[in-house]
């Protein structure tokens, strides 16, 4: 199999290994769904805090999945082989972080139906709300694939990865939030597939560069 | 290429007035030595006195603050090496096949399940995660990379460390072969493992 084909894989498993992608699907649904316990259940008012609420705990439960992402392999000595091995560094990167978004990004695109359902959503804005959130995660991963390299070396570095990462996040969380509340759609679903693709494009370049610099 | 047959490529490692620094500290300077097909190199040096920083240079994963290493004869250079660190790179979770499997896909080779069972004695726990294994064969299990995907320049790092005796035994074994097959093998060693070195290199600042 090829190197991109082995390592998604290995991430996958390693990433339902114990249920660790489960914690941020928890994370996801509880946060979201404690909205309307603590608003409580006036349509007006669940209608205009949701969809914001939705994306900001998104963006957070992708966010605690990234500290460990490069740290770990630069800790056991796995990323000097990734180093090492003939296929650039930048396609190993893109196959880790296309692992995380179909271990994560997906799950959270899809609890994203019941979610929109309890805090008031109209109905047949669901679909588009699953749709908005499954481009938003795979912009989120992207960006943050460098926030990860570039945190890898350092102990405890969920701070400063916070700082790096969430003014990135910053328009995939506009943006799917006007997606939510169902303004100018078209628009914003524009701007959602161009923070996916730049994330996935400049994502795995830019951190295997940060990398290279972490395994001296 | 086969998996344990002869190199096509004659590699040799020529090391020139080399000169090692981690952080602010320089570790040694003018180091100078080449190794030919077929050797097997020892590094010697007391704790601290860069041994790992020049497997790591030659590797190409730590920049020399001066001098050069040049790896010739290698068909292909992204082939031409292997890594033993002393970090074994292991995912606790995973099981040990699963090992295998993503080596040969990363370094393009054949999981050799059978064979790493039989010489490196992992054929009772294949199936498990790295995390019951002991140290030992945590360490066998790293140095099955060797066989997984063959490369003609071995960098090994204390490859015995926490080896047992038998281990230790496997180990000469496998560098007698791959120096019989025309591979080069340089090992930073605390003490030397058994099977004369063609030549020995002293680190010292």
Not at chain 1, 165 to 176: E, M, R, S
Request: aromatic fraction near 6%.
């Amino acid at each position: 199999m090829s190197a991109f084909g082995v390592t998604f894989r290995r991430e996958l498993a390693l990433l339902w290994a114990g249920g660790g992608a489960l914690a941020p699907i928890g994370y996801f649904l509880g946060a979201t769904l404690l909205v309307p316990l603590a608003m409580g259940p006036e349509r007006t008012l669940l209608q205009a805090a949701g969809p914001p609420l939705v994306w900001i705990a998104a963006a957070l439960s992708v966010m605690g999945m990234l500290e460990r992402l490069f740290q770990a392999d630069l800790e056991d000595g796995s990323l000097d082989q990734m180093l090492l091995s003939a296929p650039p560094l930048e396609l190993i990167v893109f196959a880790k972080g296309a692992a995380l978004w179909v271990a994560i990004g997906l799950p959270l695109a899809l609890t994203g139906a019941p979610i929109a359902i309890a805090l008031q959503a109209p109905v047949e804005r669901v679909p588009s709300i699953v749709a908005s959130l499954a481009l938003g995660t795979a912009g989120f991963v992207g960006v943050g694939l460098i926030g990860a390299a570039l945190t890898a070396s350092v102990k405890r570095g969920g701070v400063l990865l916070a700082l790096i990462v969430l003014p990135l996040f910053a328009p995939p969380i506009i943006f799917g939030a006007s997606v939510a509340s169902g303004e100018d759609v078209a628009a914003a679903f524009a701007i959602l597939g161009g923070c996916a693709l730049g994330g996935l494009a400049l994502g795995p370049i830019a951190a295997a560069a940060a990398l290279r610099l972490q395994a001296e | 290429m086969s998996a344990r047959g002869p190199f096509r490529d004659r590699p040799s490692i020529r090391v020139e007035a080399l000169s090692l620094s981690r952080g602010q500290r320089v570790l040694f300077e003018g180091l100078s030595f080449a190794a030919a097909s077929g050797a097997y190199v020892e590094v010697q040096g007391s704790n601290g006195s860069g041994k790992t920083s020049l497997l790591r240079a030659i590797a190409g994963l730590l920049r020399p603050r001066a001098g050069q290493i040049a790896i010739e004869g290698a068909e292909d250079p992204s082939l031409a090496l292997h890594y033993v660190g002393h970090a074994n790179a292991l995912k606790r979770e995973a099981s040990v096949r699963a090992h295998l499997h993503y080596w040969a896909g990363l370094f393009g080779g054949s999981p050799s399940e059978d064979y790493v069972a039989q010489t490196l004695g992992l054929g009772p726990v294949m199936s498990l995660p790295v995390r019951v294994l002991s140290q030992g064969q945590a360490r066998r299990l790293a140095l099955s990379r060797l066989i997984v995907a063959p490369r003609p320049i071995w960098l090994l790092d204390e490859p015995a460390a926490a080896l047992d005796e038998g281990g230790k035994a496997v180990l000469n074994e496998m560098i007698a072969a791959h120096r019989a097959s025309g591979g080069i093998a340089i090992a930073a060693v605390h003490e030397p493992l058994g099977a004369p070195p063609s030549q020995a290199v002293r680190v010292a600042a």
